[in-house]
């Protein structure tokens, strides 16, 4: 028989949100689910939305007269589960109607696993994702794996030491072992606590490329200084409560380096807060520690072996909006008129003495459509010394398989306009630019090419 399933949706002021999130979960494939949302003191109508779906369907609504957190929300979720495998999503999470079945069909194959970390996907740019799974550098810092990424050309990787709080799912024997969670946790950091936990009982933490879900950020989490204040507060909390002892003083001495922070107006309090909080919590910090005294033997692996996250270098990819219906032949990046067309892969728009244009990450993708057929592809563009090949390639909307494609190498490194012969029927497609090797640039950033303006047209 298929294992009773029970989701627990912690929510705050979630009453935007919490409606499609359940309709989603009550959609699941998985024929045995139960859901349980956890109402933490919320003073919007949450419970409003919440309360006629619990009276229709497998959904339990459960109130906390107060706000207490995320770790209170799921551990008080936990004690009304009856599922044999628990999982975790948030309020402004939209599970794919096959995540629940495709994580416990990864549980089912290898009892060695705790966890299941899903692929979490933006709402807003579905082909983006927010994280598989993550882990810890060894200062604390959180870093979840593919972040901001295309899931095309993401590295995903299978063993993580965490999966990501939206879409996490556990087996109920690991999740006894690993009770309660920490109720000084909050926010943040909280999935990181659970994976530390599960590595710790003798479990694994695996990535199912096939759960996905996708994350609409419309809950209720704190924004700005307050947000940096969570997450320095449960970093620092994480490291008290798992880190080893002999990492304890390296890591005290570069805590107290706090010249970064005193250069940037408004953050300048922010350690010394964090501080503050963490040493009168200390001594539910050392409980905590003496109870997971061995837990690194375990997770340590899994941190990333370096003091500092590595650079961002991705573009923003998430903060894209495209828009296929109102593309045109005609790309011009000029950082107006080009918004609709962009994909991903796109740094802002900048301006030289000849063009507006903007650079390219090593893979970028931006759409076109064409109202008649075109017979060649007109691009102004320039390269670097330090790419070896450029290949642009057209491939119709949702499908993979290209219909044209033109290898350069190695592409130009002053300006070029480049009349290149295609035969492309009309319709709408997607463009991609693929450099190798990427470069990087004095700001840090991965790049390709520049792109001033690309054409479809017929032949003149």
């Known amino acids: 028989m298929d294992p009773l399933a029970s989701v ?67 551990n008080r979720g936990l004690q009304q589960a009856r599922g044999e495998v628990i999982a975790f999503i948030d309020a402004d999470g939209y599970a794919d109607p096959n995540w629940l079945a495709e994580a416990i069909r990864t549980l089912a194959a290898d009892t060695s696993l705790g966890a299941v970390a ?30 901001d990424a295309p899931y095309e050309f993401a590295a995903l990787p299978h063993e993580v030491l965490y999966p990501m709080g939206c879409g996490m799912v556990v087996r109920r024997t690991v999740m006894e072992a690993i009770a309660p969670l920490d109720e000084a946790v909050t926010n943040y950091y909280d999935d990181v606590e659970l994976g530390i936990r599960v590595w710790a009982s003798g479990a694994r933490v695996v990535v199912c490329p096939t759960a996905w879900v996708d994350h609409g950020f419309g809950g209720s989490d704190p924004h700005g200084r ?62 905590i520690r003496r109870r997971w005294a061995q837990a690194h033997r375990r997770f340590w692996p899994f941190l990333l ?46 301006h030289d003495s000849t063009n507006d244009f903007r650079p390219c990450a090593a893979v970028a993708s931006a759409f076109v459509r064409l109202a008649s057929p075109a017979e060649e592809c007109v691009v102004i563009w320039r390269g670097s010394r330090a790419i070896e090949e450029t290949v642009l390639l057209v491939r ?3 499908d993979r398989t290209p219909v044209w494609q033109m290898a350069l190498a190695p592409p130009p490194v002053a300006w070029e306009q480049r009349r290149l012969a295609c035969q492309l029927p009309a319709g709408a497609y997607e463009v991609l630019l693929r450099s190798a090797p990427a470069w990087v640039d004095p700001d840090g950033r991965e790049r390709g090419l520049d792109i001033a303006a690309l054409q479809f047209a017929p032949r003149r």
């Open 305 to 350: 072996p370096a003091w500092r996250l590595p650079a961002r270098r991705a573009v923003p990819n998430r903060a894209f909006r495209p828009d296929p219906a109102a593309a045109g032949p005609r790309l011009r990046l000029d950082g107006t008129a080009d918004a609709a067309q962009l994909n991903f892969g796109w740094y802002a728009a900048e």
């Open 226 to 287: 307050h947000r940096l204040l969570l997450s320095e507060r449960h970093r620092i909390r994480t490291a008290l409560k798992y880190f080893p002892a002999a990492h304890l003083v390296p890591w005290l001495v570069r805590e107290f380096r706090l010249l970064d922070y005193l250069r940037v107006r408004g953050r300048r309090a922010i350690p010394f807060a964090a501080w503050a909080w963490n040493l009168r919590h200390l001594s539910s910090a050392w409980a």
């Open 8 to 74: 627990i949706v912690p929510t705050l002021n979630g009453a935007a949100v919490i409606g499609r999130c359940l309709e989603q979960l009550l959609a699941q494939t998985h024929p045995r689910v139960e859901v349980i949302v956890v109402d933490d003191g919320s003073a919007d109508a949450t419970s409003a939305v919440v309360e006629p779906i619990a009276r229709n369907a497998a959904c339990t609504l459960v109130h906390q007269p107060t706000t207490r957190g995320i770790a209170a929300a799921r």
């Open 396 to 398: 119709p909307l949702g």
């Open 118 to 147: 899903a692929l979490v996907f933006f709402d807003e740019h579905k082909l983006i994702l927010n994280g598989a799974g993550g882990t810890l550098n060894y200062r604390g810092y959180a870093l979840d794996w593919g972040f």
